[in-house]
């Protein structure tokens, strides 16, 4: 069955980072686009990062473009989150999921069809 685990979060001071991974198991990860999402306390979540199933394209919410990084790694079946400059605004629960599809979604739930357990990430200012 298709798996999706997370690893990476935890508390940091703004202006550090931290990086995400999401390990795939169950399905043939390059037929799959990817994105990372998160959602903050009494928010809907967002979508902030999408990648297509080569890693070539790309998408990032207006709020993290120019601090964080989407990349994959095929042979480690594992997308991955590099957040940079964190905010206090960046405290949320992140999540890794799955496009049914190969080419580059537009980063919303709909377009998304698995997900994984969520890690959080804590920003203290």
């Known amino acids: 069955q298709v798996q999706m685990v997370q690893s990476g979060g935890g508390s940091v001071q703004a202006g550090e980072s931290l990086t995400l991974s999401c390990t795939v198991s169950g399905l043939n990860f390059d037929h799959h686009a990817m994105g990372w999402f998160r959602q903050a306390d009494g928010k809907e979540r967002e979508g902030i990062a999408c990648?297509?199933?080569?890693?070539?394209?790309?998408n990032y919410a207006d709020s993290v473009k120019g601090r964080f990084r989407i990349y994959r790694d095929s042979a480690k079946r594992t997308v991955y989150l590099q957040m940079n400059n964190l905010k206090a605004e960046d405290t949320a629960m992140y999540y890794c999921?799955?496009?049914?599809?190969?080419?580059?979604?537009?980063?919303?739930?709909?377009?998304?069809?698995?997900w994984g357990e969520g890690s959080r990430v804590t920003v203290s200012s």
């Open positions: 990648i297509s199933w080569s890693g070539g394209s790309t």
């Open positions: 999921a799955k496009s049914p599809g190969g080419g580059l979604p537009a980063c919303v739930e709909r377009m998304m069809d698995f």
